[in-house]
């Protein structure tokens, strides 16, 4: 029985109480005896066995592979501008801060001690994996109300990637159905596991708090739970583990995926990271990686133009017009639109008002030739602040938020223009939702402070860094008279 009295950790055991050490409380407010790895969160039931690195479990699950590799998952680790955020993290509060980030990132080689910090030389193929085959199916539980949010958070996990029995290695796999006869040919033992098909699963690591104040920071999972899907049963793996057919159905029809329509391609909105593989799969001369690095940005593209519709309204005042409103609807995300690193993360409307004569009367959101959006843009984003309650950019030193505004799933909001009626009528409206990973300054800082030994002209081919790409969401053109019939 264990409990927990200001930070003190007191543990019974056949009638004797021991009082832990101080040094067990950390400023962070865990028990690291509960936590070992904290900031980070997660517990690894330790034994003989250990982890197995995704090319071994290739050798019988080809299918699982050949999806995986490539995707965001499997660069998790490897991923520059994560690497480039690690070692300002590492400069700026240390190691011991930074294993909250490789909990996540790259899970089993914190909890086996291999990763100290950033930078990928000489790692073993198990570290480099990232979010690997062995970290998911060796998910035995989790500790997500035990945390000091009560909630999901930094890594809340148990792995377990086998046990001993009398001497002897086990391997056990959990995964999500009842096992086959000979489930795992001798290599893995199965074990059935419902956590596997429920967003519990995903939620340890798709949200993520302060390290030391909890504060929430990317709230995919508790956004989730908020909405309409939850209610449903539609879950992370529903849409992000289904091609982007199957996708729109569960988003429309709230219809469960069967067993065989899911597919291990995790794909989300990082269009920029799978350009970057697939350059870099090129330059390797891994064509096999190439086209599936290319397929996967076109998934995630296809997922950025069906999440989100645009309604659009003049609106008229005694007879004249006056402005014209934009309605934004989440339609298809399963969280806030835009989720997660929604401080980073831009999504923005771009609007252009043209009159008759062919003259721009209202124009708002057009980036300038640096890659800069003009004052007034209207994004749908966060804003972080630190302790001194200025802008804040970094996860370390974000303590609150001066602004949300992210869409809720089946959500909208809505975002007013003036219009002077006295254009030359009819106006013409051009209007775009436009999304990209991040501001040209942030992109160009991160990629500067990639470890020095990720080169990004061997790896990519990138002698500079070109301009972030953007994708038009939804685009939508129409014609309105400046008095109302
Ligand atoms: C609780 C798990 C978790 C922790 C802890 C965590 N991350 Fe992440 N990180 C994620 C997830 C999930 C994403 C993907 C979110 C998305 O794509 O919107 C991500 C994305 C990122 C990205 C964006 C990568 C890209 O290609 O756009 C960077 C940079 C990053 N993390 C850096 C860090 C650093 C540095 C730390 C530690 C200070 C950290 N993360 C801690 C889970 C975590
Ligand atoms: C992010 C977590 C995650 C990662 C990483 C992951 N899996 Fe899975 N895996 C799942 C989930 C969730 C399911 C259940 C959905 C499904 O059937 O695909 C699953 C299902 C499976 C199944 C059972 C499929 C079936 O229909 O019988 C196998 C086999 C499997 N995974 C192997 C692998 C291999 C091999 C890798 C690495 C190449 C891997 N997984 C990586 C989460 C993961
Ligand atoms: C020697 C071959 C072999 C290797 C290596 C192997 N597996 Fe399996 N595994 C199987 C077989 C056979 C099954 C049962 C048939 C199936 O579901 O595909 C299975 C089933 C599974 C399942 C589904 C369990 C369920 O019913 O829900 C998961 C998950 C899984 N393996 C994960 C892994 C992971 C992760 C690795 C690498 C650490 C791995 N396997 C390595 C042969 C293997
Ligand atoms: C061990 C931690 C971990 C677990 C468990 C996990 N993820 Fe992730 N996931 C990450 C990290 C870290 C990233 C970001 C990698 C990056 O940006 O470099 C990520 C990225 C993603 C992305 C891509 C986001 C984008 O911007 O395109 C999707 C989609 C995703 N995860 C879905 C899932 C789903 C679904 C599950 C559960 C089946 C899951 N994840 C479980 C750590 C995890
Ligand atoms: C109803 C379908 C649906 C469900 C359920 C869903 N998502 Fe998504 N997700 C989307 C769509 C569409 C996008 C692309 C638009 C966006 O970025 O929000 C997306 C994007 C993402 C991204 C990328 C964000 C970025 O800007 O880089 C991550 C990470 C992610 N989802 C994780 C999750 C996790 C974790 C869960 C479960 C808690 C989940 N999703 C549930 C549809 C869904």
Redesign the pocket.
Known sequence: MKGKYSGITIGMSAGLIAVASLAMATGNGVDMEQYPYAPSLIQWEKSAAEFTEPETCAECHPQQYEEWRGSMHSIAFQDPIYQGELKLAIEAVGHDVAKQCEGCHTAAAVVNGEVKGAGLKDLSPLAMAGVSCDVCHSIKGHTHWQTPTHQPENGSMILSPGKEVDGEVILTKFGPFPASEDCGEGFHECVESPLHLK?EL??SC?QVTHYEKHTPLEM??TE?KNST?AAKD???Q???MVDLET?KR??DTFQKPVRGEYHHYFN???FLMYALTEMAAKKAGDEELAVSARQKYEMAVG??Q??AELDIDPIYRDGRLAEVKIRVNNR????N?????TNI?QMWLEVTATDASGKVVMSSGHIDEKGKLPEGTRLFNSDGMGENMHFALDPWEIVSFSKHDTIPPKGYREVHYGLSSNSSTPITLNVKLRFRQANQKVAEKLLSHVPDDMHLDVIYGIKEVPPVPIIDMVEKTLQFETSEK
Not at 332 to 335: I, K, L, N, Q, T
Not at 337 to 341: D, E, K, M, Q
């Open positions: 967003t995903c939620a798709h995919t999972y989730w899907y539609i879950n992370c529903d849409c992000h996708f569960s988003a989300g909105a990082n997922r950025l069906a999440a298809r995300a399963g969280h639109l835009p989720t997660s690193l993360r």
